[in-house]
């Protein structure tokens, strides 16, 4: 039983690229959750998506920033025309519900490294 | 929207010594609180979490508690070992934020031998 997986670990892009992260919930996870870790700081909310629905994307920088959760496929954070700032290590979590007593079983991936050099 | 303080945002204590970490939030519809710990490099991993119709929980060295009325939880872990090392973060959800996990700044704890 397979839990989250991202990929690629590591990712390399040069200024004014585009990075594509990409999320494998867990095997009947249906909610997705991006989270933003910068060095040395604690992890913030980007956005949280349902299977082909943005539920809440009140952490997700209003430009260069989107992401995705098709019907078939991961869910994938896209960055167009990355800056240094960007550097950051990026997790992915996923949930098989979320209701209104709160998260159950959710799972963090091993994250995306992006390097923006 | 939900904030989250965590205090200390260091900690270091000898093998065998107890550690708290503290945090308070300010979102009184919050009703789930997770503790996860972070080994460098690696994914955050739930050690313990606790929701809002219970004080108290325990699971073998960590406990952790939750007073509502003052908002603030904590992380206690007992007879402490190297292993232990490790960053430490706390978190809150609930009411409106359903699955959005708004988390404290973090503690790096460290257990000396």
């Known amino acids: 039983n397979a839990g989250v997986m991202q990929n690629p670990r590591h990712l390399v892009r040069r200024r004014g690229q585009e990075a594509r992260l990409r999320c494998s919930p867990v095997k009947g996870h249906s909610h997705v959750y991006w989270y933003r870790q910068l060095p040395e700081e604690g992890l913030k909310f980007m956005v949280y998506?349902?299977?082909?629905?943005?539920?809440?994307e009140s952490g997700m920088p209003k430009e260069r920033f989107s992401a995705e959760f098709p019907k078939e496929g991961p869910s994938i954070l896209r960055i167009q025309q990355v800056v240094r700032g960007d550097s950051a290590a990026y997790f992915c979590?996923?949930?098989?519900?979320?209701?209104?007593?709160?998260?159950?079983?959710?799972?963090f991936g091993s994250g995306t490294r992006l390097t923006v050099v | 929207g939900e904030n989250v303080e965590q205090h200390p945002s260091t900690l270091s204590v000898q093998e065998g010594d107890s550690a708290v970490i503290k945090c308070t939030y300010s979102d009184s519809a919050s009703n789930y609180f997770p503790w996860y710990k972070q080994e460098l490099g690696k994914r955050p991993q739930l050690i313990i979490d606790?929701?809002?119709?219970?004080g108290e929980k325990k699971d073998q060295r960590i406990a952790v508690t939750l007073n509502k009325t003052a908002k603030h939880f904590s992380l206690h872990i007992t007879e402490t070992q190297p292993e232990d090392s490790a960053v430490y973060f706390c978190?809150?959800?609930?009411?409106?934020?359903?699955?959005?996990?708004?988390f404290g700044q973090g503690t790096i704890l460290t257990v000396h031998p």
């Open positions: 606790i929701r809002s119709n219970v």
């Open positions: 979590a996923s949930s098989p519900s979320a209701g209104t007593l709160g998260v159950v079983g959710y799972t």
């Open positions: 978190a809150a959800t609930g009411g409106t934020s359903y699955g959005k996990l708004t």
């Open positions: 998506l349902q299977k082909e629905n943005i539920i809440d």
